[in-house]
């Protein structure tokens, strides 16, 4: 089992939905937790961080982090052709672990 | 505040060459983190340094792999006698500050192909 899973994908909305991307982590102590966006042939940009239980909201992006099911979350509102990218979790501290990622496709 | 900054871009060298990387960390940042990223996989975790402290070794790293940061500023990472599957892209990332809250910001990477 990976340390931190996401659904593999891909996913693919019409412009103007919602899309909403998932993650699971193993280490019950991890207190930092991440959204990265990655364009193909590019390095991965910081889009979220999360470090409390509940919702954060920027823009059009929430976060949403559970730490008693180690989940964490990502909405996208108003999906944009822009936001056509893979998605990583990552949860960074003392160990740095990443997602293998979710590539998003927003449709025209 | 220039970003972190990496060198070369790319790198073409045939198997059994050594290779060196070389990333410049946003000034004030005193944590420096390299990565190896393949096609499809998120980018995986080789080593950390804090200051010029290497802190983490992935236990993935092979002998072949050194990673240097003197007097905690830019940091060298080198591969000795590379192998096909060393092709990959290697990412550098640093974080610091009293408000980082471990936040990592990357370069943009060198990708590495071993013919």
């Known amino acids: 089992q990976k340390e931190v899973e996401q659904n593999s994908g891909p996913l693919s909305v019409p412009e103007g939905a919602i899309a909403s991307l998932n993650c699971t982590y193993s280490?019950?102590?991890?207190?930092?937790f991440f959204w990265y966006r990655q364009y193909s042939g590019k390095s991965p940009e910081l889009i979220m961080s999360?470090?409390?239980?509940g919702d954060k909201e920027d823009g059009r992006f929430t976060a949403q982090l559970n730490k008693a099911s180690q989940y964490v979350s990502l909405l996208i509102r108003d999906s944009q052709p822009s936001d056509s990218a893979t998605y990583l979790c990552?949860?960074?501290?003392?160990?740095?672990?990443f997602g293998d990622g979710t590539t998003l496709t927003v449709k025209p | 505040d220039t970003g972190v900054s990496q060198d070369p871009r790319h790198k073409i060298t045939k198997r059994g060459q050594n290779v060196t990387f070389r990333c410049d960390p946003i000034?004030?940042?005193?944590?420096l983190y390299w990565y190896r990223q393949t096609l499809g996989q998120g980018p995986e975790f080789l080593t950390y340094?804090?200051?010029?402290?290497?802190?983490?070794k992935s236990r993935l790293l092979s002998d072949r792999f050194s990673a240097e940061r003197p007097k905690g500023s830019f940091s060298t990472l080198e591969i000795q006698r590379t192998e096909q599957g060393d092709s990959a892209m290697y990412l550098c990332?640093?974080?610091?500050?009293?408000?980082?809250?471990?936040?990592?910001?990357f370069g943009a990477g060198t990708r590495l192909s071993v013919l």
């Open positions: 990332a640093s974080s610091g500050g009293v408000a980082a809250k471990n936040i990592q910001y």
């Open positions: 340094f804090q200051n010029e402290a290497q802190l983490e």
């Open positions: 999360i470090y409390s239980n």
């Open positions: 990552a949860v960074l501290g003392s160990k740095s672990t």
């Open positions: 280490d019950r102590g991890s207190q930092s």
């Open positions: 000034s004030e940042h005193n944590r």
